[in-house]
T-cell receptor
Framework: DGGITQSPKYLFRKEGQNVTLSCEQN?????MYWYRQDPGQGLRLIYY???????QKGDIAEGYSVSREKKESFPLTVTSAQKNPTAFYLC????????FGSGTRLTVV | GQNIDQPTEMTATEGAIVQINCTYQ??????LFWYQQHAGEAPTFLSY????GLEEKGRFSSFLSRSKGYSYLLLKELQMKDSASYLC??????????????FGTGTQLKVEL
């Protein structure tokens, strides 16, 4: 079955360390998106990519970086410059509708 | 940009009907989505409106008025499992907007006996 896989589901990192969140899809979708969700909040867009080798900043891109070297993969790196990295991160891809991964909960201690 | 408003919390009784409102002010519009999200899980698609009017899908219906910047999600015959957060999201146009979704903060619905 086609879908989006995010791994790991839970991730713990020490403050000051970079960490990369994985997002892989086998839906053959061109567009992919990264969102961040804080408790009691909606989703806020970090970065998006409409096609391989191209990506744009979303509303809260500072402290994050992405790459899109393959259609199937859109990894997100949370850098040490991100001041409040602890959050729930969701990846999505767009075909006729939007398909979301199951999310990665990142905790920075 | 997009500004989307929803009530923060609502409480309803099992078997009843509840209406969750969403208002938006946008620089571009290419459709409005409603998602259901249980805590710690991915949002799941409920409905999509791009033209004015009512879309019905089983126990769920969604209404859109583009001139008023207004939508609502109607849930009928409420069940305990409907307790969740309901997210309203507006899609940007493809040209220059990348078909991005901008989400409201979500409405936490609690269904009680």
């Amino acid at each position: 079955d086609g879908g989006i896989t995010q791994s790991p589901k839970y991730l713990f990192r020490k403050e000051g360390q970079n960490v990369t969140l994985s997002c892989e899809q086998n839906l053959n979708h061109d567009a992919m998106y990264w969102y961040r969700q804080d408790p009691g909040q909606g989703l806020r867009l970090i970065y998006y990519s409409q096609i391989v080798n191209d990506f744009q900043k979303g509303d809260i891109a500072e402290g994050y970086s992405v790459s899109r070297e393959k259609k199937e993969s859109f990894p997100l790196t949370v850098t040490s410059a991100q001041k409040n990295p602890t959050a729930f991160y969701l990846c999505a891809s767009r075909g006729e509708g939007y398909t979301f991964g199951s999310g990665t909960r990142l905790t920075v201690v | 940009g997009q500004n989307i408003d929803q009530p923060t919390e609502m409480t309803a009784t099992e078997g009843a009907i509840v209406q969750i409102n969403c208002t938006y002010q946008t620089s571009g519009f290419n459709g409005l989505f409603w998602y259901q999200q249980h805590a710690g899980e991915a949002p799941t698609f409920l409905s999509y409106n791009v033209l004015d009017g009512l879309e019905e899908k089983g126990r769920f219906s969604s209404f859109l008025s583009r001139s008023k910047g207004y939508s609502y999600l109607l849930l009928k015959e409420l069940q305990m499992k409907d307790s969740a957060s309901y997210l309203c999201a507006v899609r940007d146009p493809p040209a220059g907007g990348g078909n991005k979704l901008t989400f409201g903060t979500g409405t936490q619905l609690k269904v009680e006996l």
